[in-house]
């Protein structure tokens, strides 16, 4: 694909004309592996937020704390989305505020933290309160990343970049999964079963902290020529793609200073802005509310339903799901330049609906059943329906609202749409297993479900009326079969 169908003409020509590819440019070389730092939050955010999955798995885990289902487990799980929407309303002004670097390693920090206090934890109380700082640190590495690798990235680069992001979230759930896997084969008999992978939560955290000193703030302070000479044109300041850029953000910042636009109410101030936070909340919303979380919190309640409940099998098949996640997901976001964002949007949300439907379907059948084609049927369909939501949702989750709003209001319209995916995931955290556990019609036959709805005046539900009555049919047929006798 040309540079231009990329980042337009404008831009692309005041490109350097590179005759090798970027991992043969010092510079570019150098800038691509310190996006590295920011581009594993992601990862981060990945390993916290599929622990759950693989720790409702693990026999001692279920055992240690006392084998937690509806409302309780739905705490458990909400503990990490409670602890992102407490850190919402500050993470977008600390970022803003302190720069985009500093709070990413205060997250990072939080969470080794966290999952110290997690490893340990001796009863729910505590253990819920790792999962809240987990959601609270993992809140603080999420936000400003995007936007961190948005503004240093070279222009060809970025889209892919934004993209990937989120991507790498299956980075990290492929570790949790596995690891989980690895404890419960080979460690099943102990608490370290689940407080190994407790204590690994903190590895990428530790990681980031490490190389954290080598990633540049974004370029909005006096340095930004310096900075983006550097990174973009190999320290030649002169360079025109430089004086681009360097125009870019010096009418922002002008427009930024003559309407004021930084404040909340600048979100819904302006026909544009509302558009576009409009936009950024629904892609929050439609990425949780689409049955997602289902699995992503519950495979093993899911797994339960249609007959699989060795704990070995269900954390082999959560961590094959994550490999099959990372795969799809990675070449989507190498596709969205070339596919569009809209198209995958659309595609996605049909592959989804027509692979639920066909999983309900199944799941319906091997109910009334016990067919174990239905349970594999099921399982496939897991995985198809993750296929639809890979091609769009993760890639463009947070690549997408990052990109249609404007510098000046970025952060902000970033933790809107965040908030509106944290929010979705308390919800659903807190609600599918107490459904999961509730299925008002699971098990029951047609005249039972009456009883469901009519409570006690559903006379087909009376035992004494139904028995009666299959008596009376019987003293009928009998006395038919007599009178043909007689005749």
């Known amino acids: 694909m040309k540079d231009q169908d990329i980042v337009g003409e404008a831009l692309a020509s005041v490109l350097p004309q590179n005759d090798r590819a970027w991992p043969f440019v010092p510079h570019l070389l150098k800038l691509n592996l310190v996006l590295l730092i920011p581009l594993l939050s992601s990862a981060v955010a ?6 759950m999955n693989g720790l409702q798995s693990i026999d001692e885990w279920k055992t240690y704390f006392g084998n937690p289902s ?75 990343s995007p936007m961190l690798i948005t503004e240093l990235a070279y222009p060809t680069h970025r889209g892919k970049y934004t993209s990937a992001f989120w991507t790498m979230y ?5 570790l949790a999964s596995w ?49 983006l000479a550097r990174y973009h044109t190999s320290g030649d300041a002169s ?24 404040k909340w109410s600048t979100l819904v101030k302006t026909p544009g802005n509302r558009k576009r936070t409009f936009i950024a909340v629904c892609v929050g919303v439609f990425a949780q509310w689409n049955g997602v979380a289902v699995v992503s919190y519950y495979l093993t309640l899911v797994l339960d339903t249609v007959g699989i409940k060795d704990s070995d099998t269900q954390t082999l098949i959560n961590g094959l799901l994550q490999v099959f996640n990372f795969i799809v997901a990675g070449s989507a976001a190498l596709l969205v330049d070339r596919l ?34 239905l349970g594999q049927t099921v399982i496939a369909f897991v995985f198809i329906f ?24 970025r952060s902000k319209g970033l933790t809107a749409e965040l908030l509106s995916v944290y929010g979705s995931l308390i919800v659903l955290a807190f609600v599918n297993p107490v459904a999961l556990d509730n299925i008002e019609t699971k098990g029951y036959s047609l005249e039972e479900i009456a009883d469901v709805f009519d409570g006690q005046s559903a006379k087909t539900m009376n035992p004494a009326l139904i028995k009666a009555g299959l008596e009376d049919i019987g003293k009928k047929e009998e006395h038919v079969e007599h009178a043909e006798h007689v005749a």
Not at 346 to 361: E, P, Q, Y
Not at 362 to 368: I, L, N, Q, T
């Open 386 to 409: 993750y296929f639809h939501y890979d091609i769009a949702y993760t890639p463009l989750l947070l690549g997408y609202p990052t990109e249609i709003f404007p510098y000046s209001i």
């Open 170 to 174: 299956y980075l990290g759930a492929i």
């Open 70 to 144: 509806g409302s309780i487990l739905g705490v458990m799980n909400a503990a990490q989305s409670i602890g992102s929407v407490i850190s919402l309303p500050f993470v977008g002004v600390l970022s803003d505020r302190v720069g985009r670097r500093l709070t990413l390693l205060s997250g990072a920090v939080v969470i080794v933290v966290a999952s110290i206090i997690q490893a340990a934890s001796v009863q729910y109380g505590m253990f819920v309160f790792s999962r809240v700082l987990v959601g609270i640190g993992s809140m603080l590495v999420t936000q400003p």
């Open 340 to 373: 569009g964002r809209r198209l995958l949007f659309l595609w996605s949300a049909v592959g989804m609906l027509i692979s639920f439907i066909i999983w309900t379907a199944c799941s319906a059948v091997f109910d009334a059943t016990n067919a174990a084609a």
């Open 46 to 51: 990945g390993y916290d937020g599929s622990l």
């Open 179 to 227: 690891t989980s896997y690895g404890t419960q084969k080979h460690l099943s008999q102990s608490d370290w079963s689940w407080r190994v992978p407790s204590i690994i939560q903190a590895g990428l955290p530790i990681v980031q902290i490490i190389f954290w000193y080598f990633v540049p703030e974004s370029p909005w302070k006096e340095e930004a020529e310096e900075l």
């Open 239 to 262: 360079h025109p793609l430089i004086q681009f850029e360097m125009a870019e953000i010096a009418r922002t910042i002008e427009m930024e200073s003559r309407a004021s636009e930084t």
